[in-house]
């Protein structure tokens, strides 16, 4: 079975924005417990600082504060990550962190030194970017080790697919991206709500990045590479993504869309009538069907440790 690894990509809009206010005074005031570990406020206002930086989000107390419940949710899960990686003996080397650092830096055409003091000059800790390489580098290993070998897709799955697809010759289907945010239990329903209304809201505005903040929040398969989902047929999604998309035209966002899991916000960069030219090949559909596999089972392994773990959220309480 050909399976991708996990990529984790940021790119960055440094630029001037307004000061950073954060929200205690006590930098070392202690703002989440996961377990043996602590998350402090200094923390949470250097994330803060970098996604504000890298969404194009407007830098206001408004937006910040509906940003940070998913922040903190962000740095909850890292910590697991990472300590699921403890678990597991798996270690990241220092060197490793620091390639993922000079990746990014490539990727905003720098040299890793100058990345550093771009990211200085904006206020920026570089130590809360290590992190979050760190993190993201621990879990596609936690992923690779635990899940990766008990992804099964048949031949049976392919022709299946590959019929369903034959099938629909003529009939639309969409370049998709999408921003998932999902809906983990009752309690965190209207702030995920508020949360996707708010990116909707600023991204048909002009003010924010569509990409951006699908790479920085949402939790699609596709996040990586700005929520970017490929070609996309109608049966290929759940039945309230599919009735949207019915109704949307070419790079039209639209309003969030509540799902059984979740608030989507979908963005159609291209749109074509499906031709059999265009059908993928059958090694192609065998990867697809085991990303999309595994997708699902980090997403419900990462909810299984949750539910595990001792986690006291500070903020929110």
Same mark, same amino acid.
Do not use: C
């Given at each position: 079975m050909i399976l991708r690894a996990l990529f984790f990509a940021v790119l960055f809009a440094v630029a001037a924005s307004q000061p950073f206010a954060p929200a205690y005074a006590n930098a070392q005031q202690i703002v989440a417990v996961v377990n043996e570990d602590a998350i402090t406020q200094k923390d949470l206002d250097d994330r803060m600082k970098l996604i504000m930086a890298s969404s194009g989000m407007p830098n206001t107390p408004d937006i910040r504060r509906r940003l940070a419940p998913q922040v903190i949710n962000t740095l909850i899960e890292e910590q697991i990550m990472v300590? #699921?990686?403890?678990?597991?003996?798996?270690?990241?080397?220092?060197?490793?962190?620091?390639?993922?650092?000079?990746?990014?830096?490539?990727?905003?055409?720098?040299?890793?030194?100058?990345?550093?003091?771009?990211?200085?000059?904006?206020?920026? $800790? !570089?130590?809360?970017?290590?992190? #979050?390489?760190?993190?993201?580098? $621990? @879990?596609?290993?936690?992923?690779?080790?635990?899940?990766?070998?008990?992804?099964?897709? !048949?031949?049976?799955?392919?022709?299946?697919?590959?019929?369903?697809? !034959?099938?629909?010759?003529?009939? $639309?289907?969409?370049?998709?991206?999408?921003?998932?945010?999902?809906?983990?239990?009752?309690?965190?329903?209207?702030?995920?709500?508020?949360?996707?209304?708010?990116?909707? !809201?600023?991204?048909?505005?002009?003010?924010?990045?569509?990409?951006?903040?699908?790479?920085?929040?949402?939790?699609?398969?596709?996040?990586?590479?700005?929520?970017?989902?490929? @070609?996309?047929?109608e049966d290929q999604v759940a039945k309230e993504l599919a009735d949207a998309l019915k109704g949307m035209t070419v790079d039209q966002v639209s309003e969030p869309i509540r799902s059984p899991n979740g608030y989507h916000i979908l963005f159609i960069r291209e749109k074509r009538q499906l031709a059999s030219e265009n059908l993928p090949s059958r090694e192609k559909v065998f990867t697809m069907l085991g990303l999309e596999r595994l997708d699902r089972m980090q997403r419900g392994y990462m909810l299984d440790l949750k539910a595990s773990a001792f986690i006291e959220n500070r903020v929110e309480s």
């Amino acid at each position: 079975m050909i399976l991708r690894a996990l990529f984790f990509a940021v790119l960055f809009a440094v630029a001037a924005s307004q000061p950073f206010a954060p929200a205690y005074a006590n930098a070392q005031q202690i703002v989440a417990v996961v377990n043996e570990d602590a998350i402090t406020q200094k923390d949470l206002d250097d994330r803060m600082k970098l996604i504000m930086a890298s969404s194009g989000m407007p830098n206001t107390p408004d937006i910040r504060r509906r940003l940070a419940p998913q922040v903190i949710n962000t740095l909850i899960e890292e910590q697991i990550m990472v300590q #699921q990686a403890r678990a597991l003996k798996i270690d990241i080397k220092p060197e490793e962190i620091e390639k993922g650092f000079a990746s990014l830096a490539k990727q905003n055409k720098m040299s890793a030194e100058d990345f550093k003091a771009m990211l200085k000059r904006g206020g920026i $800790s !570089t130590l809360t970017l290590q992190n #979050q390489i760190k993190a993201h580098l $621990s @879990w596609s290993l936690v992923v690779q080790q635990r899940l990766s070998p008990r992804v099964n897709v !048949t031949e049976r799955d392919v022709d299946d697919l590959l019929g369903r697809m !034959t099938k629909n010759v003529g009939r $639309s289907e969409y370049l998709l991206a999408e921003i998932f945010l999902p809906v983990d239990d009752a309690g965190s329903e209207a702030k995920v709500k508020q949360l996707a209304g708010s990116m909707m !809201t600023e991204i048909k505005a002009g003010r924010a990045s569509f990409y951006k903040l699908a790479q920085q929040f949402s939790k699609s398969a596709g996040s990586a590479n700005g929520g970017d989902l490929g @070609w996309v047929q109608e049966d290929q999604v759940a039945k309230e993504l599919a009735d949207a998309l019915k109704g949307m035209t070419v790079d039209q966002v639209s309003e969030p869309i509540r799902s059984p899991n979740g608030y989507h916000i979908l963005f159609i960069r291209e749109k074509r009538q499906l031709a059999s030219e265009n059908l993928p090949s059958r090694e192609k559909v065998f990867t697809m069907l085991g990303l999309e596999r595994l997708d699902r089972m980090q997403r419900g392994y990462m909810l299984d440790l949750k539910a595990s773990a001792f986690i006291e959220n500070r903020v929110e309480s």
